[in-house]
T-cell receptor, first 113, second 109 residues
Framework: DAGITQSPRYKITETGRQVTLMCHQT?????MFWYRQDLGHGLRLIYY???????DKGEVPDGYVVSRSKTENFPLTLESATRSQTSVYFC????????????FGPGTRLTVT | GQSLEQPSEVTAVEGAIVQINCTYQ??????LSWYQQHDGGAPTFLSYNALDGLEETGRFSSFLSRSDSYGYLLLQELQMKDSASYFC??????????FGKGTMLLVSP
């Protein structure tokens, strides 16, 4: 089915472990984004990508790594998870020059113990 | 940098009209977007204002005043299903959005 999907939807991991959150979109949108959402902070941009092999930091990139080898996929990796990275993570995509209209995935709820 | 301020919570009754305000401070500004997010769900795009004035989309309208660095989302004929969080977001170029912290709208019968 067309759209933007994220996996896993829920994840519990331990401090220090590496974890990768997946994001896949079927619209061939140029731009893809990763946000984290925490109570009291709204949505904060972690990383974004304008196209395959082009990525850039957002507001809160520390502790995260991204890659984009294919237009449709934009995985987010926490290299060594910390409790402060417990959050809900949303992936989003948009057409080129229409970043004001972003389409969000269902989110991944990550708990780091 | 950019920052956006919006009230944390607004309450209203079914059938009423409610306005959610957003003020912004930006180093560059192209426009203001609004998103809705139901509890546990994904944000969904509602509207975008690049120019001053009112944009209407059904029961929802959005307004922008660049001179006042101010915008608002107007929801008419409120329904219970409108209970959600609403976020304003600004873009300073074609690439990214900066979101406000969100306004929780509680609609009561």
């Amino acid at each position: 089915d067309a759209g933007i999907t994220q996996s896993p939807r829920y994840k519990i991991t331990e401090t220090g472990r590496q974890v990768t959150l997946m994001c896949h979109q079927t619209w061939s949108h140029s731009y893809m984004f990763w946000y984290r959402q925490d109570l009291g902070h709204g949505l904060r941009l972690i990383y974004y990508s304008a196209a395959a092999d082009i990525t850039d930091k957002g507001e809160v990139p520390d502790g995260y790594v991204v890659s984009r080898s294919k237009t449709e996929n934009f995985p987010l990796t926490l290299e060594s998870a910390t409790r402060s990275q417990t959050s809900v993570y949303f992936c989003a995509s948009s057409e080129d020059r229409r970043s004001y209209e972003q389409y969000f995935g269902p989110g991944t709820r990550l708990t780091v113990t | 940098g950019q920052s956006l301020e919006q009230p944390s919570e607004v309450t209203a009754v079914e059938g009423a009209i409610v306005q959610i305000n957003c003020t912004y401070q930006t180093s560059g500004f192209y426009g203001l977007s609004w998103y809705q997010q139901h509890d546990g769900g994904a944000p969904t795009f509602l509207s975008y204002n690049a120019l001053d004035g009112l944009e209407e989309t059904g029961r929802f309208s959005s307004f922008l005043s660049r001179s006042d660095s101010y915008g608002y989302l107007l929801l008419q004929e409120l329904q219970m299903k409108d209970s959600a969080s609403y976020f304003c977001a600004s873009n300073s170029g074609y690439s990214t959005l900066t979101f406000g912290k969100g306004t929780m709208l509680l609609v009561s019968p």
